[in-house]
């Protein structure tokens, strides 16, 4: 039975509404799972931190499945010791699709607790029909990395990690590989945790995350896929996102843009998760403009957390939050739609 609570908001000619989703069973809660939405508008979730009844709290390696079509989840594999057919466990590892195909990045295993664990390098392909497994040759270019963001911009996979300054790596669907791609232009600082997502079939925005040394930004800046050129977007004075790490991102629908929600900003008695909705829009000309859609205490919204999955729906006006954490206090296995239309 769907719980419907709306909130409509008309801001900058944007209709905002948020409806919860019950997601049972099916999902534990978790954080740091990564997700991508197929050209049907079905949704893949990866792995994260998982906190299941009855078993231990750490990283898993299970697939779901959200249906747009039926409006919920489906756990289609258990989580597994892992083995050469399906990658380990890991949070904070970064997905795209293309194609047929789901490609997962690196992310990081924090094994045993004071250990550190160990940050990945790993390239998998999950054929989506099959449901299928299978470990590229190549690993990443540049080392393991987690923290980092997997974007389709019109069918070139495009991934940006901490080590991009000066390029950015891109899926070869030729030698199924990450290869650099050099880039020009005023590019991101070195940073993780950031959010980012296409605005256009050429344009990928990345907004925020956080420095080796914890300091979080909220700049955003755009890249042009056919130049390989970097900007950074010169936004219009009013209000905008806070600084903040653990945000999420997706396609804003119906126009060229994104939408960002949730994070956790930094202060002095530690992470302060957030729960706010806003829309960046481009007009083309190197300009952007923040949009605030939904306030953290709007009723109906989700509980603030950083560390969850915003994903596009099929209808081309919704979008999927699923899962987070509000730190030290709560892991999330809860689903919202955030729904925008025009006034």
């Known amino acids: 039975m769907w719980l419907v609570l709306e909130l409509l908001v008309p801001l900058g000619g944007l209709l905002a509404t948020w409806r919860a989703v019950p997601s049972g069973e099916v999902s534990p809660p978790r954080s740091g799972p990564t997700a991508a939405?197929?050209?049907?508008?079905?949704?893949?979730?990866?792995?994260?931190?998982?906190?299941?009844?009855?078993?231990?709290r750490g990283v898993v390696n299970d697939l779901l499945r959200f249906s747009a079509a039926s409006d919920s989840w489906e756990r289609l594999q258990q989580p597994t010791d892992g083995d050469d057919a399906h990658p380990g466990g890991r949070l904070a590892s970064a997905c795209a699709v293309s194609g047929a195909e789901l490609l997962l990045f690196g992310g990081w295993d924090p094994e045993t607790a004071g250990t550190g664990g160990v940050i990945l390098d790993d390239v998998w392909a999950l054929d989506l029909a099959r449901q299928t497994w299978c470990r590229q040759t190549a690993p990443m270019p540049r080392g393991p990395s987690s923290r980092h963001v997997a974007v389709n911009v019109g069918g070139t996979v495009v991934v940006h990690t901490f080590r991009c300054v000066g390029s950015v790596l891109?899926?070869?669907?030729?030698?199924?590989?990450?290869?650099?791609?050099?880039?020009?232009?005023?590019?991101?600082?070195?940073?993780?945790?950031?959010?980012?997502?296409?605005?256009?079939?050429?344009?990928?925005v990345t907004f925020g995350g956080a420095a080796k040394d914890g300091a979080m930004v909220n700049d955003a800046f755009a890249l042009d896929t056919t130049r390989w050129e970097w900007r950074r977007l010169a936004v219009e004075a009013g209000p905008r996102p806070s600084a903040r790490a653990g945000a999420c991102a997706a396609t804003l629908p119906g126009g060229a843009g994104i939408v960002l929600c949730c994070g956790a900003e930094a202060s002095a008695e530690g992470l302060v998760p957030r729960a706010d909705a806003w829309a960046l829009t481009l007009d083309g000309g190197g300009d952007a403009a923040w949009c605030k859609l939904l306030d953290d205490d709007a009723p109906g919204a989700p509980g603030p957390r950083n560390a969850a999955t915003l994903t596009p729906l099929g209808d081309g006006e919704g979008l999927l939050l699923h899962g987070g954490w509000y730190p030290f206090r709560a892991t999330y296995g809860d689903s919202h739609v955030l729904r925008l239309g025009r006034d």
């Open 37 to 56: 939405a197929d050209e049907a508008g079905d949704t893949w979730l990866f792995g994260g931190y998982a906190e299941e009844e009855g078993k231990p």
């Open 170 to 204: 891109v899926w070869d669907p030729a030698s199924r590989s990450l290869v650099e791609q050099p880039t020009t232009g005023e590019a991101p600082s070195s940073r993780g945790l950031h959010a980012a997502a296409a605005a256009d079939e050429h344009t990928l």
